[in-house]
């Protein structure tokens, strides 16, 4: 069972323009981990929250953790083709810290 | 600091025939998870390992699926007899803090 939502689940836009994509959950998280996977290679991890309210910035991506810590949005200025991927979010719950993602947001960056 | 390694990179199979993959993790990481990711999808965890024991396979298809960890380092992920609907990638990620995966390039399986 996916307990991550992401939206949208594709996403095409033009090279220069900004987007968000979102990752929810009805329930709280302690941390959150954004990762960026490319055709044919493992996700990569881009960055972990932690803090309600937290905000992140990776060079041009900018990350926030809802107060609530059950929301989290990854935002990306002048998309470039290199952010051409699939962006998962991810979480580790449970006693076990079972370690779960949500389906992705597949990013298309066109010249 | 060396990554996850798995091997193949790419395995094409009959159905009903058998495949095995293996793991190394990164040296020193105590946790080690087995995911299926379908094209387009998220990774979907099949098993998860905290050194040599497992933790969590309530995903992992018993009948057909069975991995193991010995001596808590190395891991080998097997499917036996494959069908069709197992073509897939599969991920082999480790964590030191159970929080943050690295992953390995994968393996692509193809059932044909």
């Known amino acids: 069972t996916q307990l991550l939502e992401q939206s949208p689940q594709f996403l095409s836009i033009q090279e220069g323009e900004n987007l968000t994509v979102y990752c929810n959950s009805s329930?709280?998280?302690?941390?959150l981990q954004w990762y960026r996977q490319e055709p044919g290679e493992g996700p990569v991890l881009l960055v972990t929250?932690?803090?309600?309210?937290e905000v992140k910035k990776l060079k041009r991506l900018t990350f926030q953790f809802g107060d609530a810590r059950k929301d989290s949005s990854l935002h990306i200025t002048a998309a470039q083709p290199g952010d051409t991927g699939l962006y998962l979010c991810?979480?580790?719950?449970?006693?076990?810290?079972?370690?779960?993602f949500g389906k992705g947001t597949l990013l298309t960056v066109n010249p | 600091e060396a990554g996850v390694a798995q091997s193949p990179r790419y395995k094409i199979i009959e159905k009903r025939q058998s495949v095995a993959f293996w793991c190394n993790p990164i040296?020193?990481?105590?946790?080690l998870y087995w995911y299926q990711q379908i094209l387009g999808q998220g990774p979907k965890l099949l098993i998860q390992?905290?050194?040599?024991?497992?933790?969590?396979d309530s995903q992992l298809p018993k009948d057909r699926f069975s991995a193991e960890r010995l001596k808590g380092v190395d891991s080998t992920l097997k499917i036996q007899p494959a069908k069709l609907e197992d073509s897939a990638v599969y991920l082999c990620?480790?964590?030191?803090?159970?929080?943050?995966?690295?992953f390995g390039q994968g393996t692509r399986l193809t059932v044909v």
């Open positions: 929250v932690v803090t309600g309210g």
């Open positions: 991810g979480r580790s719950g449970g006693s076990n810290y079972k370690l779960t």
């Open positions: 040296s020193g990481h105590a946790t």
């Open positions: 990620a480790s964590s030191l803090d159970r929080q943050e995966a690295f």
């Open positions: 390992f905290q050194n040599n024991g497992v933790v969590d």
């Open positions: 329930s709280v998280f302690s941390s």
